[in-house]
Structure formats: structure tokens, C-alpha cells
């Protein structure tokens, strides 16, 4: 690749990073293209030779801090091969994780943007909930039928995803945030943990 073909590529690349953390941040109608190109270190003017429209744009960054954080996340599990339930709970309803939405999950920082996007991009959006409901059912109890896991996977995914919302919203400064985190987190170890239900 030549040089000229290398710089736009990284360019490129550094665009899409930047609208990527940028929309996890303010979501996808919060920043302007012109707020973008300025935050990249770019002009304005540039962006239509990497972009043929800001919807481009939108489909690319967001499938792309989707997949970003589909590959941290196993990245994360194939380091410690012992990871429970717990851990994995509480490595995603913290503060930190609740004040800092520009490296967080895309699926909880762009959920309510993604339902307003392109097909591409919702079907992005469904394949990582599908991954990482695949990674929660292998963490539950083996005694659970594969219904049961499945099941019980979508509902921890469901809290997960609504208590950092919900948490987020409230922002750092309100006690019923941390409360929430906390809550779901003891409540979601317990569910881990439960038997079967019985027929």
C-alpha cells in the first residue's frame, strides 16, 4: 500500500475511532460532523473522501465499537479462563464503567441510537447481543437446560444493559445510581446461582 493509501486508511481509521467513542459518549445525533472532523484533528471539508454520507459514517463507527467491545470483552475472558458470573458483573455494573461511556459497552451507550439506524447496523448490534448472550450462558450452571441458560442469559443481558442505562442517567452524583448498581449486581450473582425452576 502506498504511502497516500496508507495516510488515508489511518485517517480513516482514526475518524471512525473518534466518532465511535464520541457517539458512546453523546450518542449519534449529539455530534456533528463539522464537532467530529475538529475532534479528529481534521477539516471539515474532508470528510466526504472518506464518507459518502454522515449515515455511513454512523453504520461504520458503530459496528465498529460494537466489535470493539465484542473483542475486549473475549480478550478479557481468554485471560482468565476462571471468570465467573460474579466477575463478569461486577467488571460491568461499577462506577467507572457507569462514568466513563466513551470506552464502555457500545450495546448499552448506543441501544436506544441503534433502533434509528440502518439495517446493517442493527443487524451488527443483534450479532454482539448474540455473542454475548453466548458468553453469559456458558457461565451459568450446567444443571440448566439449554432453554433454561438461554433464558436466564437474556434476563442478567436485559439487567446489565438497564442498570448501567439507568445508572448512567442518573449520573454519579445521585445515591439511587450507585444503589442500582450495587442492587442489580447482588441480585444477578444470587440469579447466577439458582437452582432450576421446578416443572
Known sequence: MGTS????????????????????EVGVDGLSVADLMRQAGLTH??????????????????????????????QKLAARPDVTMEDL????????????????CAVTALAADVGRCGAPTRAA??????????????LLPPELS????????MLIQSALVGALAMARAMGGEHALSDEFIATVR??????AHAAPPQP
Not at 467507572?96 to 466513551?102: L, N, S, Y
Open 186 to 191: 447482588q441480585q444477578l450473582s444470587a440469579l
Open 45 to 74: 471539508g474532508g470528510f466526504y473522501k472518506h464518507f459518502a454520507s454522515r449515515e455511513a459514517l454512523v453504520d461504520e463507527a458503530v459496528t465498529s465499537a460494537l466489535r470493539n467491545g465484542g473483542e475486549a470483552l473475549r
Open 89 to 104: 458483573v461486577a467488571g460491568y455494573l461499577n462506577a467507572e464503567h457507569r462514568d466513563g461511556p466513551a470506552s464502555g
Open 125 to 138: 448490534y443483534a450479532a454482539q447481543v448474540e455473542a454475548n448472550l453466548n458468553t453469559l450462558q456458558a
Open 146 to 153: 439449554p432453554e433454561q441458560r438461554r433464558a436466564r442469559g
Open 5 to 24: 493509501r496508507a495516510d488515508k486508511a489511518a485517517t480513516h481509521e482514526r475518524i471512525v475511532q473518534t466518532a465511535a467513542a464520541r457517539f458512546r
